[in-house]
């Protein structure tokens, strides 16, 4: 594996999630459509793989396409009902490593909390002050901050395609009302005059490397659960890009 593949951003989880978002937006049939995504939503309740809930996806997107060109629907194609058929594939589905939910959700909420942390350093002048440091209560809601936004984010990847527009539209509300909701309770217990011995740099650094480590362990995961599967999975990855 070169590299360029471990220092991506993009995971093989990731890139397929994309493309079979963008797969599904191409469907003329909006009962197909629904239908996939309550399918969707279902497997994303359960205990399977991320990349395995995404193979399954992309089937059902090519079923549907199938069945469109006969002049069919998706139901027809399943021969029956849809829960029927998600328990089928859970049951018959080996159940994930732990360390695949720890390394998602380790990852992630590193990642936003260390970008609430950068934005706090820009906003508050840190970045132009070598000796700036954080209070306990910029810490607390940069934590508090990076877990809802990355539960957010797994509520938003379960919505149905209609739901999803009306979500992105009213999360800002909640979000920016969050953001004062944890600021007041931090000054309320007295957090915002207690600061950390640490410069605000080196404990960004500090973050950013732990982060990266994570990043870097993330990577390898998803790259080693990609040997289990067909090399033709991809469509978008070139020939030469898989070692």
Not at 121 to 140: E, M, R, T
């Amino acid at each position: 594996m070169r590299l360029s593949q471990i220092f991506k951003w993009s995971t093989p989880y990731s890139r397929l999630y994309f493309q079979n978002t963008a797969e599904l937006n191409t469907l003329s049939s909006s009962e197909d459509i629904a239908l996939i995504d309550k399918a969707d939503g279902f497997l994303s309740t359960s205990r399977i793989s991320l990349l395995q809930k995404e193979i399954i996806r992309k089937d059902l997107i090519e079923m549907a396409r199938e069945a469109e060109y006969r002049q069919d629907s998706l139901a027809a194609e399943l021969g029956t009902n849809l829960n029927t058929f998600c328990n089928d594939i859970i049951q018959n589905s080996p159940r994930p490593a732990l360390k695949e939910h720890l390394l998602t959700g380790l990852h992630h909420l590193f990642g936003f909390s260390l970008f609430f942390l950068g934005l706090n350093l820009i906003l508050n002048g840190g970045i132009l002050h070598p000796g700036y440091q954080f209070s306990l209560s910029d810490v607390i809601q940069a934590f508090i901050l990076g877990v809802c936004t990355f539960c957010g984010d797994r509520f938003y990847r379960r919505l149905e395609q209609g739901q999803k527009k009306q979500y992105a539209v009213f999360a800002l509300f909640p979000a920016l009302l969050l953001v004062f909701l944890c600021d007041w309770i931090t000054e309320i217990l007295g957090l915002g005059s207690v600061f950390l011995p640490l410069d605000g740099w080196l404990l960004f650094l500090l973050v950013l490397a732990a982060f990266g480590a994570l990043h870097l362990g993330y990577q390898l995961y998803w790259e080693r659960e990609l040997k289990r599967y067909p090399q033709g999975l991809f469509e978008s990855d070139s020939p030469g890009e898989r070692k």
